[in-house]
């Protein structure tokens, strides 16, 4: 919780999950110039360069009001020189050469140009520009060279790059859920992440599935995707079974590796969300999927979604939300106060005492863990 001392300081606490980050930022400029810094290094491999910017700009999406001076910063966590620089720059400049030039660099353009495709990483995105691509049609001129799921990313990659609003994450939660209840009633779906957290649009919309009954959920999802595609409401989707070990099949503590997916069976996939009358967009580029109505020449109103979609067995429900409602920084720092501060291993599957070898159990409390 951050509170305003009368010297136009503020107390802001280190880790993320322990302090308030309303949803308007009174920081934006400072924010998007260190969250450039940010990217530009995880584009360069260096995560932990990356990860100190994110957090500096977490900590200014804290503060309640707009910094002025740089001497405001003195008393606030997180903050290294470099990052304690370049808000100066801008505060004083409007703006700080080096994001500039960051910005400017066509290795950074194709990075993220590259990076925005779904299903690209760094990795890949690295590998195109070493060999001289800078477009997303010089991509587009090897279609074998791409995954399936690349080649959905780039035929959808204007829409898949605009944001969802709230409202439409609402309806395809509302359509998942009927699908959902038609293959298993009793089940429910859970409108997380960012719009969880109350924002008014993100870049997908991400939702978990689970049953109060454990070990319904097992097989639903394949039956819910079989049902949304027969509806037509598919341009793509891939499933990843569940590769979560129980913990009592398992020797291991579970794990708390900082960004981890988690092990739940779950489906990546894009939405054709259709009948948006008055947000219509053109068509250029986009396939013609199954259930789109087209009106005369070449306006379209459906548009592609990315969708995630994620199920949970009903015990590990609360960890799952808890993990997946982010950001990812309150996720990163959730784990690093629990195994730091409390002694516990924290993932989206489960909370663990390290001292104590126990695992915490939902809905039935604390368990002693049992170990082979
Ligand atoms: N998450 C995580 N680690 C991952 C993947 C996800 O901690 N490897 C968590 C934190 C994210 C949340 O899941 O906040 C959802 O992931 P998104 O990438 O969809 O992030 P948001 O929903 O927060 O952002 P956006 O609004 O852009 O979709
Ligand atoms: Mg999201």
């Keep these: 919780v951050s509170v305003e001392k009368p010297q136009d300081t503020w107390l802001v606490a280190a880790y993320a999950c322990q302090r308030r980050s309303p949803l308007p930022n009174n920081n934006q400029l400072l924010t998007d110039a260190l969250e450039t810094l940010a990217e530009e290094a995880h584009f360069c491999g260096h995560e932990g360069r990356s990860l100190a910017f994110s957090r500096a700009s977490s900590v200014l999406k804290a503060l309640p009001r707009t910094v002025r001076r740089v001497q405001e910063l003195d008393s606030l966590p997180c903050l290294g020189e470099h990052s304690k620089r370049v808000i100066q720059e801008v505060l004083e400049d409007g703006t700080s050469a080096e994001v500039e030039t960051i910005r400017q660099s066509e290795k950074y353009q194709a990075m993220k140009l590259f990076t925005k495709i779904f299903g690209v990483g760094v990795k890949t995105a690295h590998q195109w520009y070493q060999e001289g691509r800078r477009t997303l049609d010089d991509l587009r001129g090897h279609p074998a060279q791409l995954s399936k799921e690349q080649q959905a990313g780039l035929i959808h990659y204007e829409d898949l790059n605009t944001p969802v609003k709230r409202a439409d994450a609402e309806a395809i939660g509302q359509v998942v859920r009927e699908a959902v209840n038609k293959c298993l009633p009793g089940a429910s779906v859970t409108l997380t992440g960012g719009f969880r957290r109350g924002k008014p649009s993100g870049h997908d919309v991400d ?166």
């Design 207 to 372: 939702l978990l599935i689970t049953h109060p009954v454990e070990g319904q959920e097992a097989g639903l999802l394949k039956k819910v995707i079989a049902c949304l595609d027969q509806q037509g409401f598919l341009l793509y989707h891939s499933i990843h079974r569940n590769t979560f070990e129980s913990l009592e099949d398992s020797d291991q503590e579970p794990s708390s590796h900082a960004s981890s997916m988690d092990q739940y069976e779950r489906c990546f996939s894009i939405f054709c969300l259709g009948d948006l009358p008055g947000d219509a967009q053109e068509g250029a580029g986009a396939e013609k999927p199954s259930r789109v109505r087209r009106t005369s020449g070449a306006s379209r109103f459906w548009k592609a979604v990315r969708v995630d979609l994620v199920v949970t067995p009903y015990s590990q429900f609360p960890f799952a939300l808890l993990g997946w409602t982010g950001s990812r920084i309150f996720e990163r720092d959730l784990r690093r106060f629990a195994k730091r501060e409390k002694k516990m291993l924290l993932n989206s599957h489960t909370l663990y005492h390290l001292e104590q070898s126990r695992v915490y159990r939902f809905p039935q409390g604390i368990e002693r863990m049992r170990r082979k």
